[in-house]
């Protein structure tokens, strides 16, 4: 007999982080708001749950320069978060683009972070703490992710 694990209320506890394959970008979450407006949640996943993590302070400049310089490309941009996995991250968008326009959005995201001199905000007065940043961390990371671009919208190994 197969016993099922109760639903959670947190949509990644849902996920069997067994079976992913990193990375990918998966939707993981769609809500309708009261006045009828759609926000939908993306799985930006970096690394292989409980193989890989990145470091914190990669993570945290990641955040940084996702955050700032998504938003020259988009006014869909709610939100671009860490996991506390330190795998990957959560990017939350105004209305229901197509999936390949949300991977087209998080390429070119990426790509300005490749060309980036310096991790936007990561001082005393705009951070809460600003010396844990690496732009070459998050650098390496970002490249690594863009070199498996082919890969992104395959979630689950074969
Ligand atoms: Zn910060």
Not at 12 to 28: K, M, Q
Not at 141 to 150: K, P, S, T
Request: glycine residues 6%; proline residues 5%; aromatic residues 8%.
């Amino acid at each position: 007999m197969v016993t099922e694990a109760p639903r959670m209320n947190v949509e990644s506890f849902n996920l069997d982080h067994r079976i992913v394959s990193a990375p990918y970008v998966r939707l993981a979450d769609r809500k309708q708001l009261p006045a009828g407006d759609v926000i939908v949640k993306y799985d930006v996943r970096f690394t292989q749950p409980n193989r890989a993590h990145l470091e914190m302070p990669t993570v945290h400049s990641i955040e940084h320069l996702f955050a700032e310089k998504s938003r020259n490309h988009s006014d869909r941009v709610i939100d671009f978060s860490p996991m506390g996995c330190q795998t990957g991250f959560y990017l939350i968008l105004q209305g229901e683009p197509a999936y390949d326009e949300v991977l087209a959005l998080i390429e070119a995201t990426l790509t300005d972070i490749l060309d980036a001199t310096e991790v936007p905000a990561a001082n005393e007065t705009q951070c809460g703490w600003g010396a844990n940043h690496t732009l070459e961390g998050a650098q390496t990371a970002v490249r690594g992710f863009l070199a498996e671009r082919d890969r992104w919208n395959t979630v689950y190994a074969a």
